[in-house]
């Protein structure tokens, strides 16, 4: 079965610091890959997808990137954080025989402080 | 860009009271999604909607697409305490980039 994994689940950082989360799926070949932010009470912004290995497609402007260096890892970085920057982050993949669901990973919830 | 928006932001029920959330696209959709989010916890599928006027039913919960393809309903019969949570609809324009509604949080009075 299919399973994704992110950490870590919870990160204090502070302003100016860098960033690094990570997403792995597991039991699966080839899938799309996605990293959504949600402010506290808000809803899901898309930030960046996958379609492949080394393929970043960028939704917002701003202080974060992603790569895509295996199948199945998704990495979001930063250079300097911002107070803006905090939220709960998500990663969720598409793919395999049903391809239609989003399958979410239990988060990272980043304060900057 | 593409925006999806969900009315009500928020819904009080007393148990046993229907509840029912609505969403708006700005763009004609090719599929919709719906997912409910606990408190603390993630996104998880309920159902997906492909065609013009589609309904499906998952025991109490009845899910409608539009006939334009642009809007879709989530209506809860008879609320339970385990339906806490917010509902959010998702919907593509025929890409792999999926834009979420705002969401629609239910709190349920017992």
């Known amino acids: 079965s299919q399973t994704i994994h992110q950490w870590p689940a919870t990160l204090v950082q502070p302003v100016g610091s860098p960033l690094s989360l990570e997403c792995t799926v597991e039991?699966?070949?080839?899938?799309?890959l996605y990293w959504y932010r949600q402010a506290a009470g808000r809803g899901l912004q898309l930030l960046f997808y996958?379609?492949?290995?080394?393929?970043i497609s960028s939704e917002v402007p701003q202080n974060l990137s992603a790569s895509r260096p295996q199948d199945r890892q998704f990495i979001l970085s930063s250079k300097k954080l911002l107070l803006s920057d905090s939220g709960f982050y998500l990663c969720?993949?598409?793919?395999?025989?049903?391809?239609?669901?989003?399958?979410f990973g239990p988060g990272t919830r980043l304060t900057v402080l | 860009g593409q925006q999806v928006m969900q009315i009500p932001q928020y819904q009080h029920v007393q148990e046993g009271e229907d509840f029912t959330t609505y969403c708006n696209s700005s763009?004609?959709?090719?599929?919709i999604q719906w997912y409910k989010q606990r408190p603390g916890g993630h996104p998880v599928f309920l159902i997906q909607l492909v065609k013009s006027g589609e309904v499906k039913k998952q025991k109490r919960l009845t899910f409608q697409f539009g006939e334009a393809k642009k809007n879709s309903s989530l209506h809860i019969t008879a609320t339970q305490t385990t339906d806490v949570g917010t509902y959010f609809c998702?919907?593509?324009?025929?890409?792999?980039?999926?834009?979420f509604g705002t969401g629609t949080r239910l709190k349920v009075l017992a």
């Open positions: 763009t004609t959709l090719s599929n």
């Open positions: 998702a919907g593509t324009s025929g890409t792999y980039k999926y834009i």
């Open positions: 969720a993949w598409i793919g395999g025989v049903s391809y239609n669901e989003q399958f």
């Open positions: 996958s379609v492949g290995i080394g393929q």
């Open positions: 039991g699966t070949s080839n899938p799309n």
